[in-house]
């Protein structure tokens, strides 16, 4: 090529300007990997809320690009202004219409209401070429939220011309989440009528978003090498096992990569920074966690930050909580979520106010302070695509213990092995997620057990190895 390589990541959130959970993250750090490689690497979310004046008042300097991106759904034309803000060394755009974007991100219900917003995002990331000027190669989407742009790009007579020159692919971050809708009203969102058969967006009898993506890209990668084939099991296809089987040959299963953001050696929300070198640090950072939270008994700690989720393990987890805290574990769960489970935590709290605390809202600088002083990480997960907690704790000597499952099998080795970062374990049950926390208690008061966190936060989770892997995908599809 004569010039570099331009690949516009399209999602609904990129870190840190709108994040709900891990495609934040990766939207959020990948750009600037890549752009590290030579690739021209831009990306573009919409502009929730007031996020253009936010992002002034937090010393941003947010453009404004001439030209606008204009878009008729159900029956209305939607206009939209573009802004161009810097992010390092990657350019952001952000897509402004205050009624589309006024949020939540993702919708509550499913519908060509809802889907409005998204599909405005699809289509102006279809027209930022000719707004900017800037010539894409390769358009990169990130889960059901940017679906259209593919199915667009094959089946729409407006888009279906940018396949003679631009290429696309769809990274699943979540198969649970499709963009399911009915057929009648497909029309709103420009979704020809032609493409509701087999191997469009047909699904049941209704329409399939996501499955229509899939059908359009030319390449699809997941979010860890395990997960690209639990997707097309049974138990893990939500579905689609058979579509995507049929598909296997354009899947490729690429770990998450964490950024340098995370680090004890430079993290301001630690009272001490360490290493794996000097571990003392760790030591003060636990000490200020059990402080921050109001416990004050002896013993290790376990440290969860998540979505309050079926998907994250509550249901194996919270039933085996109190036979833990009568065997001596500390336990700090930071997060919000589904309403049952908090109010189970609650519960669990006020039953043992010496051992465990439910903290029932994000907070960044407290959630820092508990990968920094947590002795041991829970994530028990029923699926896990590729998972981001367990690589920060792991950065933070914090070792983890998981279910065998997705990125969490790609990244955790059991201290069964001489190069143990973590334990495993596999049936989804209390039992023996207790057993599992167990024998991660017993390692860590072991003569290992300083050897094992200092393994976990030498091994590199950076975007080192995963991103070359997508310049080589986005290069062989251009060929």
């Known amino acids: 090529m004569d010039r570099r390589l331009a690949v516009l990541q399209v999602a609904p959130e ?15 750090s990948l750009p600037e990997a890549l752009v590290s490689l030579g690739v021209d690497c831009r990306v573009l979310i919409p502009a929730w809320g007031d996020m253009v004046e936010r992002l002034k008042r937090q010393g941003f300097s947010p453009v404004r690009v001439p030209g606008a991106i204009e878009v008729p759904l159900g029956g209305r034309l939607y206009r939209g202004k573009l802004f161009r803000v810097k992010k390092g060394d990657v350019t952001v755009y952000l897509l402004q219409n205050d009624e589309l974007f006024q949020g939540p991100i993702y919708p509550w219900e499913t519908n060509y209401r809802t889907v409005r917003s998204f599909a405005f995002l699809s289509y102006g ?4 070429p000719s707004v900017t000027g800037w010539d894409v190669d390769i358009y990169h ?8 742009l593919p199915i667009a790009m094959k089946w729409n007579p407006w888009f279906a011309g940018q396949r003679d020159h631009r290429r696309s692919v769809m990274t699943i971050h979540n198969l649970a989440h499709q ?11 420009h979704l020809p009528r032609d493409t509701f058969y087999h191997g469009g967006l047909e699904f049941f009898g209704g329409i399939n978003l996501l499955k229509g993506a899939l059908e359009g ?11 690209a084939q639990e997707i ?7 579905g689609l096992d058979g579509v995507l089987r049929s598909m296997r040959t354009k899947i490729t299963g690429i770990l998450n990569g964490l950024d340098s953001s995370w680090s004890p050696e430079t993290d301001s929300a630690i009272p001490k920074k360490f290493s794996a070198k000097n571990l003392s640090g760790k030591k003060e950072a636990k000490k200020a966690l059990m402080k921050e939270v109001g416990l004050t008994e002896e013993g290790p700690v376990a440290v969860m930050v998540s979505r309050l989720v079926e998907q994250k393990g509550l249901d194996i987890l919270l039933p085996a909580l109190k036979g833990l805290s009568d065997r001596g574990l500390n336990t700090v769960i930071i997060g919000t979520g589904e309403r049952r489970y908090e109010d189970w935590l609650r519960a669990l709290e006020r039953e043992n106010p010496d051992r465990i605390r439910f903290i029932g809202e994000y907070n960044d600088t407290l959630a820092r302070l508990a990968y920094a002083g947590g002795d041991m990480y829970l994530m028990p997960s029923l699926f896990e695509p590729c998972g981001i907690s367990q690589l920060i704790a792991m950065r933070y000597g914090t070792v983890p213990v998981v279910r065998e499952v997705g990125g969490l099998k790609d990244t955790v080795v059991d201290i069964g092995s001489a190069d143990g970062t973590g334990v495993l ?17 017993d ?13 976990a936060m030498s091994v590199d989770f950076s975007w080192n190895n995963s991103a070359p892997a997508y310049r080589d995908i986005y290069r062989k599809m251009l060929l």
């Open 125 to 128: 990331a279809l027209m930022l």
């Open 217 to 227: 890209v030319d390449h699809i990668t997941t979010v860890s090498p395990t997960y």
């Open 14 to 28: 990129a870190a840190p300007f709108a994040k709900v959970g891990g495609l934040g993250d990766v939207t959020g």
């Open 443 to 455: 390692a860590l008061a072991g003569p290992d057990g300083k050897s094992i966190a200092k393994r």
């Open 232 to 238: 097309q099991t049974y138990h893990g296809g939500h």
């Open 179 to 189: 963009g399911l809708l009915p057929v009648e009203g497909m029309e709103e969102l």
């Open 425 to 441: 374990f596999r049936r989804y049950d209390p039992g023996d997620l207790y057993n599992a926390v167990i024998r991660a208690m």
């Open 141 to 148: 989407c990130h889960d059901w939220g940017t679906a259209i």
